[in-house]
């Protein structure tokens, strides 16, 4: 089956400790996304990348980094630099970077709970 | 600044009745938009897009127009099904910047027997 997979669903962490989200694909799409929800906001883009060893930042990344080594593998790592981490995160991939137009494709997310 | 609105953050319908969500943008750069459905904890899938070139566009029981004039597009559920229940977000990407998505805050659709 094709598809995005985020691992793991359900994630705590004390403050201040770093962590990292999984995030991988095997539709062969040379880009990917993260965006981070909060309650009765929208999507918002914290990093996306349209081709291996290459990312850029999108409106919110600080406090967060990210690495793309494999096509398939875009890892989110939250840092302790990031000042409210509790939040919704979703991963997604689209096939063509270049012409835009295709569609994303969303992971199921990751509930992320700093206590 | 929200660039992309959805002014109703919900919406009930009845079964077999029409739902029709509704988003605004700021932005005229933006030309190309897309419907997203989101049920809880899970990851938004791609319902319909509509590039700027075009004023409506048609999926079975989906359809999004778009108003270029007023920076309005509307989706219209016809008929609704209790299926149908999720939270649904409008999105919208510039010409030149079309890596960036930028999504609204999303209308919650409860269709009802």
């Known amino acids: 089956d094709g598809g995005i997979t985020q691992s793991p669903k359900y994630l705590f962490r004390k403050e201040g400790q770093n962590v990292t989200l999984s995030c991988e694909q095997n539709l062969n799409h040379d880009a990917m996304y993260w965006y981070r929800q909060d309650p009765g906001q929208g999507l918002r883009l914290i990093y996306y990348s349209q081709i291996v060893n290459d990312f850029q930042k999108g409106d919110i990344a600080e406090g967060y980094s990210v690495s793309r080594e494999k096509k398939e593998s875009f890892p989110l790592t939250v840092t302790s630099a990031q000042k409210n981490p509790t939040a919704f995160y979703l991963c997604?991939?689209?096939?063509?970077?270049?012409?835009?137009?295709?569609?994303?494709?969303f992971g199921p997310g990751t509930r992320l709970t700093v206590l | 600044d929200q660039q992309v609105k959805q002014n109703s953050p919900s919406l009930s319908v009845q079964e077999g009745r029409i739902s029709i969500l509704n988003c605004d943008y700021t932005?005229?750069?933006?030309?190309?938009f897309l419907w997203y459905k989101k049920y809880p904890a899970e990851g938004p899938t791609f319902l319909i897009s509509?590039?700027?070139?075009?004023d409506k566009n048609e999926d079975g029981r989906f359809t999004v127009f778009l108003n270029k004039s007023a920076k309005h597009l509307s989706l219209h559920i016809v008929p609704s099904q209790p299926g149908d229940s999720a939270v649904y977000f409008c999105?919208?990407?510039?010409?030149?910047?079309?890596?960036?998505?930028?999504f609204g805050t999303g209308t919650r659709l409860q269709v009802f027997p």
């Open positions: 509509i590039s700027s070139i075009k």
């Open positions: 932005n005229s750069m933006f030309d190309y």
């Open positions: 999105a919208a990407s510039e010409r030149w910047n079309t890596d960036k998505l930028i």
């Open positions: 997604a991939s689209s096939s063509s970077a270049a012409s835009g137009k295709d569609e994303q494709f």
